[in-house]
């Protein structure tokens, strides 16, 4: 990592501890749906954004295992054009669930909007449809095309300002909408050389032959042109990317992986990633996992966790706790996008 962008870290830091007692509210929350060509049923994305907090207060994403955020449903926009920022979740993630980080970006000046990636969501995590890629950007660019051509509430984006967040598959799709793509091949034989990769590991389990992945496809560009900015968190499928696409990438971009150097996933690691792009930065997050990114958990999901699971989704291996390792995500994070839009 750069010097210059380890001073602004720094100072990024002293001014949000700072100002959080002062600025930390419950950001506005919505919900549309949309008809997309690339998809059978109509796709529902989420918005969060600076607003006067006059809406319905509502703790979005709570459950039995996790603690949710509060956000103010239907809340009046504030007047103002602010930075748009994409939040890709990761397989079988769901938006609301990393609602905690559009919430700290909120509170940052800037208008968040994520959806549930049909097939590879929450309650509908499909194998063979997970493998569908390159829907995931599609997604996101079909959202901005609404979202262009369309009122959208009382909101005003800033179009010439856009950055795009995405963790684990969902680091794949940001990484796709600047341009990167992917080898069928590469990846089959990552896959055949680390088959206990939770990935590898879960396609197989399903039955999937990866040989039949549609490769015209799976290894097109999906690159939209409107985003200036990239945060990609432990990027699956990084064995897959070609070095051609990742050198044509000149976007600000910051590269995350969550664990120290030596303890990341070879399926996650986004190193070779960041070296190879040229206008890049890379953080490693100590004593985290790739589980860390998900929601803080409850007591009681903690317990359901250990019971039904073999990951530590709930847990962390180190001394850290997740409310400090999100703490840390989202300095990085803010920092990054509000120095690059």
Known sequence: MKRKYILKTIIGIISL?????????????????????????????????PSKQDGDMKMLGENAVFTGVEVSVGATSQSKKFPLVLLSHGSGGNAQNISWIAYSLVNRGMIVVSTNHPGSTSGNSIALETLKIWQRSAD????????????????????????????????YTVLGL???QVKKQKYIEYCEQFPNMLDCRWFNFAGVNLSQIDASKFEQSNLDERIKAIVVIDPALSKAFT???????????????????????????GKRIATIIKNSNYVNIK??????????????????????????????????????????????VGEFLKNNL
């Open 17 to 49: 501890l700072f100002s959080m007692q002062l600025t930390q509210a419950a950001p506005g929350y919505q919900t549309i749906e949309i008809e997309v060509a690339h998809r059978d049923n109509p796709l529902q994305f989420h918005i969060w954004y």
């Open 140 to 171: 996101f660019t079909s959202i901005l095309d609404y979202m262009q051509k369309a009122p959208t509430i009382d909101l005003q984006p800033d179009f010439n300002r856009i950055g795009a967040v995405g963790f684990s598959l969902g680091g």
């Open 178 to 180: 600047a341009g990167a």
């Open 243 to 269: 070095s051609k696409s990742l050198i044509e990438i000149k976007l600000p971009s910051l590269i995350i992986n969550l664990g120290s150097k030596g303890e990341v996933p070879v399926g996650l690691d």
């Open 287 to 332: 004593q985290a996992t790739h589980f860390s990114f998900l929601g803080v958990c409850t007591a009681m999901g903690e317990d359901i966790i250990k019971q039904e699971s073999e990951e530590p989704i709930c847990s962390e291996t180190g001394k850290r706790k997740r409310d400090d390792i999100h703490a840390e995500i989202k300095i990085l």
